[in-house]
C-alpha cells in the first residue's frame, strides 16, 4: 500500500501498530503527548522512506524508528524528562553490567559486542529473549511485561537478572568484558 | 562501554529478533507478518530461527496429548461400562441403594484399577509431553545451565530461599577483570601491575557472585590462584601484544569475604575457601615508537583518518593517542564548528593519552585538528551521518 503512496496505509499502520509504538515511546519519554508526537514523526518517516527502503519487516522497521526519534526526543530534553520514563530505570539495572568506563570501545569492539549479543539473545528461550528485549530496547515496565508474559511481577525481575548474569557470564567468556 | 552505549548498541538488534520479541505482544494483534508485508508492499515474510525447531515437536506433542485424551477417553468408557454393570447389579438388589454403597469390594477394585490404570497412562503421557518441552527448551538454548526460578511454585522459591540463604563457606571460584591495558614506549619495562582482577565467586548451583573481591596484579593477593602469561610480549618491539591471566584450575584458598551479603548464593562476611574454575582474560600491551605522533583513534590504539559520528545526538567517545604530557593545554579545532563539537575529555588511566566525547550538531563533514603543547599535531575527518535503520 505505502509502495503505491495509498495514505490508508498511514491509517492501517496506526491501527495496527499503534498502540505499540505508543507504549514504546512512552516507556522511553513518560509522557503520553511526547508519545503522541513521536508516533506521528515516525508515521511521517515511514511515509517520506517507502518508497524506495523495502523493508523485509514493516514492524521492525516502523519500531526501531520509534524508538530512535524517542531516544532522540529523550536526549533533546533529559534534563526535564529524566526519571519519567522507564528507560532510566533498565539502564539502571544494565550499569551493574557495565560499570561506567574510561575504556574506548572501538567501531569493531562494538561490531563483536552486537554479535556476541545478537548470538546471545538467538540461543535464549524465546520466552526470555522477548523479555530481555521487551525490557531494555523497549523499556518497558515489570508491570506491563508481568501481564503480557502472564507471570507475576517478581518473577518477571528474577528471570531478567538471570539473563542478565547469564550474559555477563556470556561477554566475558567471549573475551568481551 | 556502559549502560547507555549498551542501550544503543541493543538499538542495532537484527529486525527479525525485534519482530519476533513484538509478535506475542497484547498490543498489536496476531498474524502481523501477512500484514505488514501488505502495508508496507514487501511480499517477503522475514524467517522465524524458532520455527524450524518448534514445529516438529509442537506436532508430536500434539500427538501424545491426543494419545492421551484417547487413554483418558478409554478410560473413561470402561468405567463407564464398569458402573452401568454395577447400577444393574443394584437396580436388581434394591434400587433405592446408591450404587457407591452396593458396589461389592472386589467390583470396586476393579473400577479403581482401571481409573488408575487410565489415571497412570495419563500421568505417562503428560510426563513424556513435558519432556519433550523440556528438550525443546534445552535445544533452544546453549546458554541456558540453570533452571528458571520463574518457572517454580511459590513452594519451591519459598524451599529455595531458605536454603540459599544458609551459610555457605565453599566456592567455586573463576578470575575476571576490569577494562585496563598497558602502554609502553619501545625499550621500557612493561608494568602490569595496574591490571586489575576480580574473583568470581559461584555456588553449587552455578549461581555467581561477579566480582566478590578486586584486586590488582601488584597487589600480589591471589597470586597462588592464577597465571600471568607475557610470553607474547617484545617491549623493544613497537606492536600491540597480549597478556593473558588464567586461572589455576584446582588451586584453593581462604580469603576474608567483607561486602555486603548475597544471600542468593549464601555468601556474608567472612572467610570464604575458594577452589578454582578455569577461566582466562586477556589484555592488550601496546609498546610504542618514541618517534609516534598524535594518533586520533577509537580504542585499542586504532588510529582513524575518519570518524562517523551519528547525528542523533550520542556523543562518541574517542582517543587522542601519545599525548604524554600537557593534557591540559591540548587544542582541539574543528573546520566547521556547526558540525560537530567537544564535549569532554579527560586523561586515561595509562596517563599519556586523553580520551574525548564528540557529539554531531548536525549532518555534515569537517576536520578536526588536536595540536599538544609540544606542537605535535593530528587530524581526522569527522562525518556527522544518519546511522539508523
Known sequence: MLNNRDEQALKATEERYGALCRSIARNILGNEQDAEECLNDALLRVWNTIPPANPDNYCAYLIVIVRNNAMDRYRAGKSEKRGRGQQPVALEELSALFPASDNVCSEVEQREMLSAVTDFLRKLPKKQRSLFIRRYWSFASYPELAAEFGMRENHVQVTLSRIRKKLLKYLREEGLL | ?389
Open chain 2, 1 to 389: 562501554m556502559n549502560a547507555a552505549e549498551f542501550s544503543d548498541l541493543l538499538g542495532k538488534l537484527p529486525g527479525d529478533m525485534l519482530a519476533d520479541a513484538f509478535q506475542n505482544t497484547n498490543l498489536h494483534p496476531q498474524a502481523e507478518h501477512d500484514k505488514s508485508a501488505e502495508l508496507s508492499g514487501t511480499a517477503l515474510p522475514v524467517p522465524r530461527p524458532d520455527d524450524k525447531f518448534s514445529a516438529p515437536r509442537w506436532i508430536t506433542a500434539a500427538a501424545l496429548a491426543a494419545c492421551m485424551l484417547f487413554a483418558v477417553g478409554v478410560g473413561a468408557l470402561l468405567l463407564r461400562g464398569q458402573r452401568d454393570d454395577l447400577t444393574t447389579q443394584s437396580s436388581l438388589a434394591d434400587s433405592s441403594v446408591p450404587e457407591t454403597v452396593t458396589e461389592p469390594p472386589e467390583e470396586t477394585t476393579a473400577v479403581t484399577g482401571i481409573a488408575g490404570s487410565a489415571a497412570t497412562a495419563s500421568a505417562s503421557v503428560t510426563q513424556q509431553t513435558e519432556t519433550v518441552s523440556a528438550d525443546v527448551t534445552e535445544e533452544a538454548s546453549n546458554v541456558t545451565e540453570q533452571p528458571d526460578a520463574s518457572e517454580t511454585d511459590s513452594e519451591d522459591t519459598v524451599q529455595t530461599t531458605a536454603a540459599s540463604e544458609a551459610r555457605q563457606t565453599d566456592y567455586r571460584a573463576i578470575i575476571g577483570h576490569n577494562p585496563g591495558g598497558v602502554y609502553l614506549y619501545a625499550g621500557e619495562e612493561p608494568d602490569y601491575s595496574n591490571l586489575e582482577l576480580t574473583l568470581d565467586l559461584k555456588n553449587a548451583s552455578g549461581d555467581t557472585a561477579y566480582q566478590a573481591d578486586v584486586f590488582t596484579v601488584g597487589s600480589g593477593k591471589f597470586a597462588n590462584l592464577y597465571s600471568l602469561d607475557t610470553g607474547e610480549v617484545n617491549p623493544n618491539v613497537p606492536g600491540t601484544y597480549h597478556v593473558y591471566v588464567e586461572s589455576n584450575v584446582g588451586a584453593e584458598d581462604d580469603f576474608n569475604y567483607s561486602d555486603r551479603e548475597i544471600p542468593q548464593i549464601g555468601l556474608t562476611p567472612g572467610t570464604v575457601h575458594v577452589t578454582m574454575d578455569w577461566s582466562r582474560n586477556v589484555f592488550q600491551v601496546h609498546v610504542w615508537d618514541e618517534n609516534t605522533g598524535l594518533m586520533i583513534g577509537r580504542g585499542q590504539m586504532t588510529s582513524c583518518a575518519e570518524i562517523a559520528i551519528p547525528d542523533d545526538g550520542s556523543e562518541q567517545i574517542c582517543t587522542l593517542y601519545n599525548l604524554r604530557e600537557g593534557h591540559d593545554g591540548t587544542a582541539y579545532e574543528f573546520e566547521d564548528p556547526t558540525v560537530a563539537e567537544i564535549t569532554e575529555k579527560h586523561t586515561d588511566t595509562s596517563g599519556l593519552n586523553q580520551v574525548f566525547s564528540i557529539r554531531g550538531l548536525r549532518i555534515g563533514s569537517t576536520k578536526l585538528t588536536v595540536t599538544a603543547p609540544d606542537g605535535r599535531t593530528a587530524e581526522c575527518i569527522i562525518h556527522v551521518t544518519h546511522i539508523g535503520f
